[in-house]
């Protein structure tokens, strides 16, 4: 399938027509002339094709199960004559004359609060909060150049993906750490950064802290985490104290000679909060964890732990004193990266449902500067929230975890982003569930949507399934 051409001589309404005759399954054919009819230059006017183009994308609700349209589908939707949504479309867009037309925000907003609007609209108004679909396979976010429907509008810029992954534990039953990282490593590879939350030591020097909860590893994990394509490492978790002070730090300095960039725990204060920092394109992408559950010391000066934030459940009632420090370095931050990221290690576990006072701390994070917020710790999947356009994911769930005393500790879901610059266009959570070796693998179609039904079950706002 070739996709459509821009047909730069016919334009209608305000927008590009698309070609609807260079799909293979269905051949052009070429109409005769009028008879006696003779064209001629000044008789044909030639309306020249815009010297920009961008994607015209089709979006639907977050929850939606729809994915990717194939062309004809496509082309039906621009006519408005998908029979399963109804379609609303922004100005300037190669729309039929029976597609209502609103202003890009309207559109955008009625996709978010109706389960079952389409709408058209310029890629450059896209956001996070609502699901773009693919056309023919080809996604119009990260492959503007392939993708056939167009419209005149700026250049898209190179796209950047983010990938998120829960809880990684590589120790304890989990006897083959490369090859429960393999079914999705290519995956994580294929990402411009990717990030996780590594839930153990790679040293045993100290006496383990948590008796047979006491995760710790070796330095023959970083291979494993390498090749799976990993780029950063948050420690601000309950398990990188398990062995106590010195394979807190052996951990940290053998990630950071690797080159993993670990973050979120440290020798001191000061390195325990200092971020991660990756470039993409001229892009810095800052990352910063703590830790809300308690087990791993909290640094201070002089003393070394992990960035820590004490609140509810486990560490006492919230601490403004702790938030407010929090907020302060997120803000200082903010004014250093691009896009700053915050991982918190936090809530209660074996639940879907977030406690209220993540959501008051994400809220606190995002008005201080947080570009996204990606919780980890209650080894369930759940809900995505928006603050002043900001996602906030509570918790992606376990990725590799020796947790098969329940179905629900063994699903999750892999968080990709989608950045033109420093601006989020698109969040896609991908489910899996892990095997019997607790390797990670895609989730079948219907256990995928169980998954995600899950997610949505306690998100709000646009990624709420009601």
């Known amino acids: 399938m070739r996709g459509w051409r821009a047909v730069p001589a016919a334009v209608v309404g305000c ?12 051949p052009t054919t070429a109409r005769a002339p009028t008879a006696g009819a003779t064209p001629s230059p000044s008789s044909t006017p030639t309306i020249p094709a815009p010297e ?81 679909l693919l056309v023919g396979g080809i996604d119009p976010l990260r492959d ?131 971020p991660a920092v990756v470039e993409v394109d001229g892009t810095r992408f800052g990352f910063v964890g703590f830790n809300a559950i308690g087990e791993t010391p909290m640094a201070a000066t002089g003393v070394p732990g992990a960035f820590g934030l004490r609140m509810p459940p486990r560490t006492g009632p919230l601490n403004r004193a702790d938030l407010r420090f929090v907020e302060d370095h997120v803000r200082a931050l903010d004014r250093r990266v691009d896009v700053l990221v915050v991982l918190p290690h936090w809530g209660t576990q074996y639940t879907h449902r977030p406690e209220p006072v993540q959501r008051l701390v994400a809220r606190r994070l995002v008005e201080a500067g947080a570009d996204l917020v990606v919780g980890g710790h209650p080894h369930w999947v759940q809900g ?5 356009g900001t996602v906030v994911a509570h918790s992606l769930g376990n990725f590799v975890f020796d947790m098969d005393f329940m179905v629900e500790t063994q699903q999750g879901v892999v968080l990709e982003a989608t950045y033109w610059g420093d601006e989020l266009k698109a969040v896609d959570l991908v489910p899996y569930r892990m095997d019997a070796s607790f390797a990670p693998r895609p989730a079948s179609p219907e256990e995928g949507r169980e998954i995600l039904a899950d997610v949505w079950s306690t998100s709000t706002g646009p990624f709420s399934a009601g």
Do not use: W
């Not at 349209?69 to 479309?89: E, F, M, Y």
């Not at 995505?384 to 002043?388: F, K, T, W, Y």
């Open 15 to 26: 927008g590009l027509v698309l070609a609807a005759c260079t799909t293979d399954d269905e």
């Open 52 to 132: 920009k183009e961008q994607p015209v994308v089709l979006v639907v609700h977050a929850t939606d199960d729809r994915t990717s349209l194939s062309s004809r589908a496509a082309r039906a939707a621009l006519r408005g004559r998908l029979s399963s949504l109804h379609t609303l479309a922004a100005p300037g867009m190669p729309v039929g004359p029976d597609v209502p037309v609103s202003p890009a925000r309207t559109v955008l907003r009625r996709v978010e609060q109706r389960p079952g609007t389409l709408g058209i609209v310029p890629a450059t108004a896209v956001r996070p909060t609502v699901k773009r």
């Open 144 to 274: 503007p150049d392939g993708y056939p429907l167009r419209a005149e509008g700026p250049e898209p810029p190179d796209a950047t993906t983010l990938t998120v992954v829960g809880d990684v534990m590589l120790t304890r039953g989990v006897t083959d750490p490369q090859g429960a990282l393999a079914p999705l490593a290519g995956r994580l590879r294929r990402a411009d950064v990717t990030v996780g939350n590594l839930e153990s030591t790679l040293s045993t020097a100290g006496e383990p802290q948590q008796g047979g909860d006491s995760f710790g590893g070796s330095p023959a994990l970083i291979g494993p985490l390498r090749r799976a394509g990993f780029d950063a490492l948050s420690l601000a978790n309950n398990h990188t104290g398990d062995f106590e002070e010195q394979a807190l730090l052996e951990t940290v300095r053998l990630l950071r000679r690797a080159g993993l960039r670990p973050f979120g725990a440290g020798d001191d204060l000061l390195t325990a909060r200092r």
């Open 384 to 388: 995505l929230d928006v603050h002043r």
